[in-house]
């Protein structure tokens, strides 16, 4: 079974460019996350899809940030304009349903973003 | 946001030693995770525990749910080389609250 796929794997941009994110989940997997990871902390939920419906967003810097799951399968996650502070790793995660289904978040390699 | 308590933050052992690590909260889990990151890669969930006072293990790897259902540990026997990394616990609440809550993570280094 593939993993959850994402790219790029490294982006540098200067501040106030923009920047976009791709993720594929694992297949079937109608739960997808999209952390924040800041160096030497835990990841920090940004936004939670159930198919292509928004969950949870409370943590999304809605002012700068955005995320869209169209079909229900892939997502891209947007930062327009991008500050200092959003240099982090940006996780993809994918979970089958919640309750009697659930059997953790299972975790993309990352995007290592930094911004100068 | 809230968080776990995690501890050790890191540890240094030599290869061959028993390692363990715990998490405690304030809150009720139903479910604890525990993942491990290698640099530069996203985190690999290890251990899933679903019910309070559950034992499981993975290999060299054990993991208890806690009795009270606020607290996790996890057991590394004999470690190697390849157990560096940073170790996570992660807590999932019930009810509409659903959301992982992370631990600060645990950074263990082997000595050869």
């Known amino acids: 079974e593939a993993g959850v796929a994402q790219s790029p794997r490294y982006k540098i941009i200067e501040k106030r460019q923009s920047v976009a994110f791709w993720c594929n989940p694992i297949?079937?997997?109608?739960?997808l996350y999209w952390y924040q990871q800041i160096l030497g902390q835990g990841p920090k939920l940004l936004i939670q899809?159930?198919?292509?419906?928004?969950?949870?967003d409370s943590q999304l810097p809605k002012d700068r940030f955005s995320a869209e799951r169209l079909k229900g399968v892939d997502s891209t996650l947007k930062i327009q304009p991008a500050k200092l502070e959003d240099s982090a790793v940006y996780l993809c995660?994918?979970?089958?349903?919640?309750?009697?289904?659930?059997?953790?978040?299972?975790f993309g390699p990352g995007t290592r973003l930094t911004v100068l | 946001g809230q968080q776990l308590n995690q501890s050790p933050q890191s540890m240094f052992i030599q290869e061959g030693e028993d390692v363990s690590m715990n998490c405690t909260s304030s809150s009720i889990f139903n479910t604890w995770l525990w993942y491990k990151q290698d640099p530069g890669e996203g985190p690999v969930l290890l251990i899933a525990l679903y019910k309070a006072g559950e034992l499981t293990s993975n290999g060299r790897l054990t993991a208890q749910f806690g009795i009270t259902r606020k607290d996790s540990f996890l057991n590394i026997s004999a470690s190697i080389p390849s157990d560096v990394g940073i170790y996570f616990c992660a807590g999932q609440g019930a009810g509409n609250n659903r959301k992982l809550i992370w631990g600060l993570g645990t950074s263990l280094a082997v000595n050869p």
């Open positions: 297949s079937g997997h109608a739960t």
């Open positions: 995660a994918s979970s089958s349903a919640r309750g009697g289904g659930y059997r953790g978040e299972f």
């Open positions: 899809f159930q198919n292509n419906g928004v969950v949870d």
